[in-house]
């Protein structure tokens, strides 16, 4: 009987997709390149295999281990090393679960392991048993290097895109958002799971909520997230937020803002009130680097999803003014475009660069059709599948490219150099501030 309802499923949710705000029958109507087939992974190890092996940053000086087992009696053990096959360490973290509708998870382990040391190659193993793998650790010092790709889905352009940003060594990876693509057909967030294990075990893997990550189904899964929140643990707590939707953390001299396009945002919201918290914690003396991740963007000269972001860039983007945030990040247009810095419409030298890269290379293909003419505010704008690369080489100075996919090879298509806002002396104090931010102030501008 079970196994017959498993069949009805996706027959059952391409009903309900239409009466949900959550999936993707985006009804654009422009023509796309072809979206590429969905590579669906399956599992072959014994039940109690670690599978969906991911590393996230989980605070200072720690990561957090995440798997999970179809036996739900695996331990939720890591043991780590700085040589192959020692162990000097071993922790012993979390699980959880979830259920949506017919489907039951399997055993979701999350633990947090630590002090580790910067830089370093640590080779563990999840679960008490298994092959060994091997993550390394963010450095402290510039330079840092960040891969960021959006709308990632799992096709074989997401794993084109994947192997390309592997292809050269990079320290953290940053995801705004649109992940699996399960859309409600949880198998396919194990499956997505198993497709980047083989990144996502090795270096962290940082994340924040798309729209296809909210999976609300009328009366059936009225509550957003259940998947995402339970797969995709981030250090929300380590970083005072109440919810995994929106966290930051430090890496090196940056400092890192994932912001939730999905959740309330109005100045009344729990998000606000942590973000202006938040913004005014940071010292840009230890991170003089600060950018933002969303996903639906605030800036977007594309067909695709008009005005999408504009509520949420009505209500914050003050606040990421004011604090001087270098760079905002964003996904949901499936296509590349990087404007000049901004403030309020307007190209303003102390605003941040905006960037949308959403072309991972999900299943639904690209955004093709740029509005016309082109704004003055937007610097470069191409539909192609690629992945982005930000390498901060110091306090003042990092590297911007992207590297579009070329089918087997991967080009540099686009670069840029970016300044720091800290070191700007012409944008701080801002107008309206007092006193320059303490961390700035005893500093010769
Ligand atoms: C387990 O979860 C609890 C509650 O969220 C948390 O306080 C605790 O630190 C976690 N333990 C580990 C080892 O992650
Ligand atoms: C993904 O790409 C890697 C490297 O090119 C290749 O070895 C692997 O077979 C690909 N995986 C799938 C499922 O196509
Ligand atoms: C979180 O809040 C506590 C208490 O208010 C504070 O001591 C700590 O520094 C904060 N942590 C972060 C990462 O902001
Ligand atoms: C793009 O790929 C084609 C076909 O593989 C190749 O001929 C061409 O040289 C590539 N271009 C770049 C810039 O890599
Ligand atoms: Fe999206």
């Given at each position: 009987?079970?196994?017959?309802?498993?069949?009805?499923?996706?027959?059952?949710?391409?009903?309900?997709?239409?009466?949900?705000?959550?999936?993707?029958?985006?009804?654009?109507?422009?023509?796309?390149?072809?979206?590429?087939?969905?590579?669906?992974?399956?599992?072959?190890?014994?039940?109690?295999?670690?599978?969906?092996?991911?590393?996230?940053?989980?605070?200072?000086?720690?990561?957090?281990?995440?798997?999970?087992?179809?036996?739900?009696?695996?331990?939720?053990?890591?043991?780590?090393?700085?040589?192959?096959?020692?162990?000097?360490?071993?922790?012993?973290?979390?699980?959880?679960?979830?259920?949506?509708?017919?489907?039951?998870?399997?055993?979701?382990?999350?633990?947090?392991?630590?002090?580790?040391?910067?830089?370093?190659?640590?080779?563990?193993?999840?679960?008490?048993?298994?092959?060994?793998?091997?993550?390394?650790?963010?450095?402290?010092?510039f330079?840092l290097?960040f891969?960021v790709?959006?709308?990632?889905?799992?096709?074989?352009?997401?794993?084109?895109?994947?192997?390309?940003?592997?292809?050269?060594?990079?320290?953290?990876?940053l995801?705004?958002?649109?992940?699996?693509?399960?859309?409600?057909?949880?198998?396919?967030?194990?499956?997505?799971?198993?497709?980047?294990?083989?990144?996502?075990?090795?270096?962290?893997?940082?994340?924040?909520?798309?729209?296809?990550?909210?999976?609300?189904?009328?009366?059936?899964?009225?509550?957003?997230?259940?998947?995402?929140?339970?797969?995709?643990?981030?250090?929300?707590?380590?970083?005072?937020?109440?919810?995994?939707?929106?966290?930051s953390?430090n890496v090196a001299g940056a400092h890192v803002i994932m912001l939730?396009?999905?959740?309330?945002?109005?100045?009344?919201?729990?998000?606000?009130?942590?973000?202006?918290?938040d913004l005014?914690?940071i010292d840009r003396k230890k991170t003089p680097w600060v950018i933002v991740l969303l996903?639906?963007?605030w800036y977007?000269?594309?067909?695709?999803?008009?005005?999408?972001?504009?509520?949420?860039?009505?209500?914050?983007e003050?606040l990421l003014y004011k604090a001087r945030v270098d760079a905002v990040f964003a996904?949901?247009?499936?296509?590349?475009?990087r404007f000049t810095r901004i403030y309020?419409?307007?190209?303003d030298p102390c605003g941040p660069v905006y960037i949308?890269?959403?072309?991972?290379?999900?299943?639904?293909?690209?955004?093709?059709?740029?509005?016309?003419?082109?704004?003055?505010?937007?610097?470069?704008?191409?539909?192609?599948?690629?992945?982005g690369?930000l390498r901060m080489l110091d306090e003042t100075r990092a590297h911007w490219?992207?590297?579009?996919?070329?089918?087997?090879?991967?080009?540099?298509?686009?670069?840029v150099w970016l300044d720091s806002l800290s070191t700007s002396?012409a944008c701080w104090?801002f107008?309206?501030?007092?006193?320059?931010p303490?961390s700035i102030?005893?500093?010769?501008?």
């Amino acid at each position: 009987m079970e196994k017959f309802l498993h069949a009805l499923l996706p027959f059952i949710f391409f009903l309900l997709r239409f009466t949900s705000r959550c999936c993707s029958s985006e009804h654009e109507t422009y023509s796309r390149p072809p979206a590429r087939n969905i590579i669906f992974s399956p599992h072959h190890g014994l039940q109690s295999a670690a599978q969906q092996v991911h590393v996230s940053l989980a605070g200072r000086d720690h990561m957090r281990v995440t798997w999970i087992t179809d036996d739900k009696h695996a331990p939720s053990i890591v043991e780590y090393g700085k040589q192959p096959g020692t162990y000097s360490a071993e922790v012993t973290g979390n699980h959880t679960s979830y259920r949506y509708f017919f489907y039951s998870s399997g055993k979701i382990h999350h633990v947090k392991i630590g002090p580790l040391e910067p830089g370093t190659v640590y080779y563990y193993r999840c679960g008490g048993s298994g092959p060994e793998l091997s993550f390394k650790t963010p450095p402290a010092t510039f330079p840092l290097e960040f891969v960021v790709i959006g709308d990632l889905g799992q096709t074989e352009w997401t794993n084109s895109t994947l192997t390309h940003a592997s292809s050269r060594d990079y320290d953290v990876f940053l995801l705004p958002g649109d992940l699996s693509y399960a859309d409600t057909n949880q198998p396919l967030w194990d499956s997505f799971g198993r497709l980047v294990e083989r990144h996502a075990s090795q270096r962290p893997w940082m994340v924040t909520e798309g729209n296809h990550e909210i999976e609300i189904l009328p009366i059936i899964q009225p509550h957003g997230f259940k998947a995402y929140n339970a797969r995709w643990l981030m250090p929300y707590e380590e970083s005072n937020s109440s919810s995994n939707l929106y966290y930051s953390f430090n890496v090196a001299g940056a400092h890192v803002i994932m912001l939730g396009s999905y959740t309330d945002f109005d100045e009344n919201s729990d998000q606000y009130r942590w973000l202006e918290a938040d913004l005014s914690s940071i010292d840009r003396k230890k991170t003089p680097w600060v950018i933002v991740l969303l996903h639906a963007p605030w800036y977007n000269t594309n067909n695709a999803h008009q005005g999408e972001g504009e509520s949420m860039r009505k209500a914050m983007e003050e606040l990421l003014y004011k604090a001087r945030v270098d760079a905002v990040f964003a996904g949901h247009v499936h296509a590349y475009e990087r404007f000049t810095r901004i403030y309020d419409n307007k190209v303003d030298p102390c605003g941040p660069v905006y960037i949308t890269i959403g072309d991972g290379g999900n299943r639904e293909g690209l955004a093709l059709t740029f509005k016309n003419p082109a704004s003055p505010l937007s610097l470069y704008r191409e539909a192609s599948f690629g992945h982005g690369r930000l390498r901060m080489l110091d306090e003042t100075r990092a590297h911007w490219s992207w590297h579009r996919n070329n089918d087997s090879n991967s080009f540099s298509a686009d670069e840029v150099w970016l300044d720091s806002l800290s070191t700007s002396a012409a944008c701080w104090p801002f107008e309206g501030e007092k006193e320059p931010p303490e961390s700035i102030a005893d500093d010769e501008l």
